[in-house]
Every structure is written in C-alpha cells, then in structure tokens.
C-alpha cells in the first residue's frame, strides 16, 4: 500500500465524522441561507490566510535532504498565493463586512487549528504541515463545487460571490494528483506519521467550525 493510501485509511475516521457535519447536508440540500454562508466564509478567511507563512515555515524548517519537499513548496506557495483576498472579495459581494473580518479574530476551532499547525513546524516534525493539506485540499474536492452550486441556485448569488470555492474546487483536482504523487515518495516513519497525526487533527479542529457553523445559528 503506498504512503498516500495509508494516510486515506488512518484519517478515516475523522473526515468522516467532518463530513457528517449538518452544515454539509444542509449546502447539498439547499438549506442554508447568506449569514451561513458568511460564517463560513470568515471562518475560512482566518486559515487561509496563514497557508503562505505556514508553507514559508515549513520551507525554511527542512533540511537539506528535502529539497524535493522544498520545490513542492515553492509550486505551493505560487499557487496559494493571495487567496485570503479572493473570500475577502467574495465577502463583500455577498454584502458582508470584508474590512470588519480582515481585522476580526477566528473562532476557536480556527484558532486551535492554526496554532496547532505553526507548533508542528516550529517544534514538532514540520512535514506534519502536509496533513492541513490531505485534509483541506481532499474536502475541496469533496464538496465545494458542489456546494458552491447549489448555493448559486439556492442563494441566488452571483459567481463573483463563489470565487474561493469554485476556484478551489477546480483547482484542487490537479493540486491532490500533485499531491498523492509527493506523499508517495515520503518514506521516513517519523515523517509518515506526523502528516497522519497532524490530518487527524485538522480533521478534528476543522469539522469543529464546520459543526459550529449551524449550532451557532438562532
């Protein structure tokens, strides 16, 4: 089995207890309304836009024997590069306050994920930064084209309202090829399971917000 088939079947689990999240059901089935949906968009804003300085980190972290790490990266980090302000714009064309979240706070599942992110690259292994990306990059896959879809025909919202996921949705396709063939050639056991223990908690941390999202609505 190789290393990503691994990592597939040790998350399990957790990304199923993410995607058994209300708020998903309720985005497939139409059910969710603008504020829902500017929750999310916010929550997002407050981890994507710590993907360029966690990405840099985890760069300057590796050494020598990772070049091939560190080339990755710098694909990574020209593609991810200023995606905070693609849900910023959609924000704003959804009639929220995109200043207001720009200088707001995450919620605390948001907060724990990403303190929980730069402690693996700054103390810990920091190749554990890999499982963020198993986890996010696979739920963009998962669902967002088809959420954005149906909040297009639910919401009625214009595409320039949809760009982070929309975008994300296509995009990550190619990104989880280039993905699965990188953790493929990660062979080191400690490496191994520090992506594992570390897609295990995003899983965790971020299906938290995803569970919130509805919990937190009158």
């Keep these: 089995m190789s290393f990503y088939q691994t990592l597939h079947t040790s998350t399990a689990p957790a990304r199923e207890r993410m995607l058994a999240a209300p708020v998903i059901a309720a985005c497939r089935n139409g059910q969710i309304d603008r504020d829902i949906y500017l929750a999310f968009l916010t929550q997002a804003y407050y981890h994507v836009r710590h993907t360029i300085p966690l990405l840099m980190a985890t760069g300057a972290r590796l050494g020598q024997d990772y070049e091939w790490v560190r080339g990755a990266i710098a694909e990574y980090i020209a593609e991810e590069y200023g995606h905070q302000e693609w849900i910023l714009n959609d924000i704003a064309a959804c009639g929220g306050d995109a200043e207001s979240v720009r200088r707001g706070q995450p919620g ?38 088809t959420v954005a879809e149906q909040l297009k025909n639910g919401l009625g919202l214009p595409a320039e309202a949809m760009s982070y996921l929309s975008s994300h949705g296509t995009l990550d396709q190619e990104h989880l090829k280039f993905f699965e063939s990188l953790m493929n050639k990660v062979e080191d056991p400690a490496d191994q399971q520090a992506i594992i223990h570390a897609s295990n908690m995003v899983y965790r941390l971020y299906g938290d917000m995803l569970h919130d999202l509805l919990e937190a609505q009158p």
């Design 108 to 145: 605390q599942p948001i907060e724990l994920m990403v303190a929980f992110l730069y402690d693996q690259v700054q103390r810990g292994n920091p190749m554990g930064f890999f499982g963020m990306v198993h986890v996010l990059e696979g739920t963009s896959v998962a669902i967002a084209l």
